[in-house]
């Protein structure tokens, strides 16, 4: 192994013991999407972990300004599926991450199903979110996905999701 190889190797096993949420980050790209599938890139999230939980250094634009639902959705999969006979955007990601089957929708703080993230405005541009309950090895593999609507935290009327999806990055497993 050549000097310059083994130096880069040291300094990035060296920041992963200093820092493990340095080490755990992953970027995600999110792009537009419609129901052909991916559109334009509009931004990214930069996924890392802290004591206080997952935190979403969030950096998308191009979307209508406003409050958006925003979750981490089971597959890791942007493109679009079938409902009800017609094609519909980042329906191949999945239902809201819910490993203990709650089919609970109670925000990020509650104990429903831990897809929920903070509600995103999309007015603000970048900031910073956090989800208290996951982590960024738990959520590798899956996507996440911006929706039309705001999200109301609740199961009813209309099972708090936020209603189309509109924008969605797959999250590279590691």
Do not use: W
């Not at 559109?39 to 979403?56: A, H, M, N, R, T």
């Not at 979110?129 to 593999?141: F, Y």
């Amino acid at each position: 192994m050549g000097h310059d190889k083994l130096t880069g190797l040291c300094v990035s096993m060296v920041l992963a013991m200093v820092n493990p949420a340095h080490a755990a980050s992953v970027t995600v790209d999110i792009h537009k999407i419609s129901s052909a599938g991916l559109q334009d890139k509009i931004g990214s999230v930069v996924l890392s972990d802290s004591e206080q939980g997952l935190i979403l250094d969030v950096n998308i634009s191009n979307l209508p300004a406003g409050e958006r639902g925003f979750h981490i959705h089971e597959n890791g999969d942007c493109g679009p599926g079938e409902k009800d006979g017609t094609m519909t955007a980042g329906l191949a990601a999945g239902a809201h991450y819910d490993p203990q089957n709650t089919k609970t929708h109670q925000g990020p703080d509650g104990s429903g199903h831990k897809g929920d993230l903070p509600r995103l405005n999309i007015a603000k541009g970048q900031t910073k979110l956090t989800a208290p309950r996951i982590t960024v090895s738990e959520v590798r593999g899956r996507s996440i996905v911006v929706h039309e609507g705001g999200d109301t935290y609740s199961d009813n009327p209309e099972l708090g999701g936020g209603k189309a999806r509109i924008a969605c990055g797959v999250i590279s497993k590691p």
